[in-house]
């Protein structure tokens, strides 16, 4: 079954322990996204990678680091977490043939981090 | 400025009745795409519906289908014959360009409850 893959699905941790959220998808994506979720915002990205050792800042970069070392991986890794990233977080992948029309993203099932 | 509004924090629908969630976008790009996604209570990000700039005819897709309105920049999403599986948060969202790995840019989404 094509899916993308999030663990853990619930995390609840405190300030300054260091973390990371894996994602992983099983369609050979080149494209992985990282998002986070708050109420009022929707979703909103954090860093996406294009491919193997690419990656790039999204529009809410600080306080994460992501790595792509190999192409089904894209883990998310809080260093410092803060209690201003308790969120739900969201791996996303798709295509990157740009001769399709559209890229639907799949979306990984979440997980909910509370940083006390 | 947002690039993507949506008015309705929340709205409530008759069951079987019809029901539209309203979106409007900003951009000044020709070529992007529109998605709608439902998010139900367990948290999952569930593909609904999309429509691309070019397309000339409004995407349908079951009981959903998008009122796209071009020059008006709204993309509305009707769901008809409501159920009660409809009760969700609904998040319109847009990608700008067909360019390989383009982010997806959300509303802040739109809580949808159906009475029966």
């Known amino acids: 079954e094509a899916q993308v893959t999030q663990n853990p699905r619930y995390l609840i941790t405190v300030t300054g322990k260091k973390l990371t959220v894996t994602c992983s998808q099983n369609?050979?994506?080149?494209?992985m996204s990282w998002y986070r979720q708050d109420p009022g915002l929707g979703l909103r990205q954090i860093y996406y990678?294009?491919?193997?050792?690419?990656?790039d800042k999204g529009d809410v970069p600080e306080g994460y680091k992501v790595s792509r070392k190999e192409k089904r991986n894209f883990p998310l890794i809080l260093e410092s977490p803060s209690p201003n990233q308790t969120s739900l977080y969201f791996c996303?992948?798709?295509?990157?043939?740009?001769?399709?029309?559209?890229?639907?993203?799949?979306f990984g099932p979440g997980t909910r981090l509370t940083v006390l | 400025a947002q690039k993507i509004t949506q008015t309705q924090p929340g709205m409530f629908v008759q069951e079987k009745e019809a029901v539209t969630l309203d979106c409007t976008y900003d951009?000044?790009?020709?070529?992007?795409?529109l998605f709608w996604y439902k998010q139900p209570s367990s948290g999952e990000m569930i593909f609904l519906i999309y429509?691309?700039?070019?397309d000339q005819q409004n995407a349908t897709e079951g009981r959903y289908s998008l009122n796209f309105q071009k020059a008006r920049k709204s993309a509305n999403l009707v769901i008809s014959a409501s159920q009660l599986g409809d009760s969700a948060m609904y998040f319109c969202?847009?990608?700008?360009?067909w360019g390989y790995g383009n982010k997806l840019v959300f509303g802040a989404g739109t809580i949808l409850r159906v009475k029966s």
């Open positions: 951009t000044s790009d020709p070529s992007y795409g």
């Open positions: 996303a992948s798709s295509s990157g043939l740009a001769e399709l029309p559209w890229n639907e993203q799949f």
């Open positions: 429509q691309g700039s070019y």
């Open positions: 969202a847009m990608r700008e360009g």
């Open positions: 369609m050979n994506h080149e494209y």
């Open positions: 990678s294009m491919n193997v050792e690419v990656t």
